[in-house]
């Protein structure tokens, strides 16, 4: 763990330095898996992954020396990703003139036809069911249950006590169960 703290801010200090992109390739190569996937896990469809991802990226790189250190660079990552996924979904469901729960009906539906996804039919009802909780206990069980995040960062990325977390996933858990029980 500290050599972990010790790399991190080591990195954290190169990125600081203009410029520095052998340190901004360094931090592409650590998170950019796991930003995707929990990007992914938000927007459904690969290619808008690859988009939201990419920006990022460019918002990191432009505002690096911005970062406090308050918290990890992972969570601080986390939060702009799930900012900008939320932003994004937010102008393609004013795009398309529908709600934000009718856009996320038509990615679940999409995901069938996608090429990218490897899912089966319990897939996508587990997609349904995490659709049908409120967007905290879908944020929750997302990076909880596919990303394996720990309560304490999901704590610092949602800015909430971790005992409120662990309440919102397990409350979430009990809702999918029933929801695939009744589908």
Not at 8 to 18: A, G, N, V, W
């Amino acid at each position: 763990m500290i050599q972990t703290q010790i790399i991190e801010s080591q990195l954290i200090e190169d990125l600081k330095k203009q410029p520095n992109h052998a340190a901004f390739n360094i931090l592409v190569q650590q998170y950019q898996e796991r930003l995707y996937w929990h990007i992914r896990n938000m927007v459904k469809n690969h290619e808008d992954t690859d988009d939201i991802l990419q920006n990022v990226f460019i918002k990191v790189h432009r505002s690096i020396h911005s970062f406090k250190g308050d918290s990890k660079l992972y969570t601080w990552l986390y939060r702009i990703a799930t900012n900008e996924s939320i932003t994004f979904l937010n102008k393609r469901a004013k795009q398309y003139h529908i709600s934000n729960e009718a856009l996320q009906d038509r990615l679940i539906n999409s995901l069938e036809s996608d090429p990218y996804f490897e899912g089966d039919e319990i897939q996508i009802k587990l997609q349904r069911a995490i659709q049908s909780l409120p967007d905290k206990q879908q944020a929750v069980f997302r990076m909880k249950y596919f990303e394996d995040v720990t309560y304490d960062e999901l704590s610092e990325i949602m800015d909430t006590s971790t005992g409120a977390l662990k309440s919102s996933y397990h409350i979430a858990t009990k809702k999918i169960t029933e929801f695939l029980k009744n589908t």
